[in-house]
Nanobody, 112 residues
């Protein structure tokens, strides 16, 4: 099972940007599915964005036009560029690979 470590979270003001990165312990070339999820306090975990090896990308409606997911197989990373952040984006963001590998997450807090 691949190990995943997220980084790049932090505190940012509304309208600001952050770039999250998910580093995998093994080659991800053969992993068809990778995605970013988030869980806010008191809420269920939700899909933010995912990318399938063939190039299909999906975004939650709430982040379309603001977030961009990308994967770099050579660097074994999946990134999430987040622009125009809103307070409602505050959550723990986790990376998922395949069907069952999860990272521990990184906290994103959007507040003035």
């Amino acid at each position: 099972q691949v190990q995943l470590v997220e980084s790049g979270g932090g505190l940012v003001q509304p309208g600001g940007s952050l770039r999250l990165s998910c580093a995998a312990s093994t080659n991800i070339f053969s992993i068809l599915y990778m995605g970013w999820y988030r869980q806010a306090p008191g809420k269920q975990r939700e899909l933010v964005a995912d990318i399938i090896s063939g190039g299909t990308i999906r975004y939650a409606d709430s982040v379309k036009g603001r977030f961009t997911i990308s994967r770099d197989n050579a660097k074994k990373t999946v990134s999430l560029q987040m622009n125009n952040l809103k307070p409602e984006d505050t959550a723990v963001y986790c990376c998922k690979a395949g069907t069952a590998s999860w990272g521990r997450g990184t906290q994103v807090t959007v507040s003035s």
